[in-house]
């Protein structure tokens, strides 16, 4: 094996923490040596004198359980962690708890400059308010994806239309639900299928049952998701190779992307499938490696780019993607407000960046600051109003 390659192959420390000097220099970390798209992100360079930008951390009653609020939570953080590395870089950093519209108007009079928030939207009084949509009304920067980007990527069966209209490989698809599809005549894809629910994530409603070979486990498991989950499925066929998640970070000034793959290594379960279901991810049961094979990273990196890009994402993403059995990778589903804890996001950054935590909390408030900063979209306050 040629001695770049071999370079670009080496298989990063999981628990790496310091940050290399070729990263403050600003140098190539090893994943990316040799490949033809090398990142066009990089972590913060490390300075000693703050900035005087301000930055609110929102956030809302309850929200440290994202589980009870998954559907008004997007990105499940740890604000006072974060509090701590925003303030080693950031002059003015605050915790802004939003308990009621009135909070909300004082935050928009207060205009920072960046809004920090896993927040998706507030329930006053019964009206849903997505706060990205409040914010761009007032011209105040946040950290992700838009209103409608979140539209897009929310709905597996929209997503995978838009992946589908824009050339990337996604596996075949339809909607169901009870009674939908009463008869194995009129289910209309080849088994082996997929059923999962049509929203959500975290894997809820995913388990050794969501393959399916025949009609009698068809109808159980659209059933079973009918009744926990109250939701319809996205059928899909079947993807029974490798599985990958792909980070994303746009650089906001440039518009560039860096794809960061990782894959995701599981156990076979009882029939001897390998898939993500909820119990691996609640007990922590998968491996998480670097992409080491040059071909398949630069695969991977185009996929979630183009899907990234075609679902309108900003700032930073993360795209899931499974092999067929051909090795061919399919796109599955787009995560534009990923999880900001230690998760999936996090060890993609350090696994293609060597970026540690505190250097990719820094690095999206830096790039979040850059989002929306000409404030050319100032709204007064007074002309505030509710959205559904
Ligand atoms: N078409 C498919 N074929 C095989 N496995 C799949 C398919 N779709 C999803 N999965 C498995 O189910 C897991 C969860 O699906 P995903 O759509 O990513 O839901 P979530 O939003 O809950 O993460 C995936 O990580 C993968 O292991
Ligand atoms: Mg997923």
Redesign the pocket.
Known sequence: MPSRERRALKTINAKATNIPDEMILGALPAPYQGLHHPPSILPTAITTTKSSKTIEIVTIPDAIDVTKNRKSIGIGLDENLILRILSSRYESVVITCINTLADLIKLATRKPDLVFSGVKYFNFSGTDLWLNDFLDRHGIAYMASNRKALDRESD?SRAKNIMRDSGVAT?RHFITAPDTHPTAGSVPLEYPL?V??LT?????G?DAN??VYDFESFRSKVMDIHQSQALPC?V?????GR?FSVGIFEDNASQKLTAMPIE?I?DENKNGD????FDI?KFDRETVTAVTDILVHKQLSDLAKAAFKALGGKSFGRI?V?MDANQVP?F??A?LMPGLRKGYFYRACLLNLEMDYEQMILRIADNGLTHNSDKTRHHPVATLELTP
Do not use: C, Q, W
Request: proline share 3%.
């Open positions: 597996k596996a997929f999962k629910p959500g994530g975290d894997s809820r995913i969501s393959i996205l899909e066929t079947y993807l029974s599985e995701i599981v390998r898939i993500l279901d991810k899931d499974k399919h599955i589903e995560n």
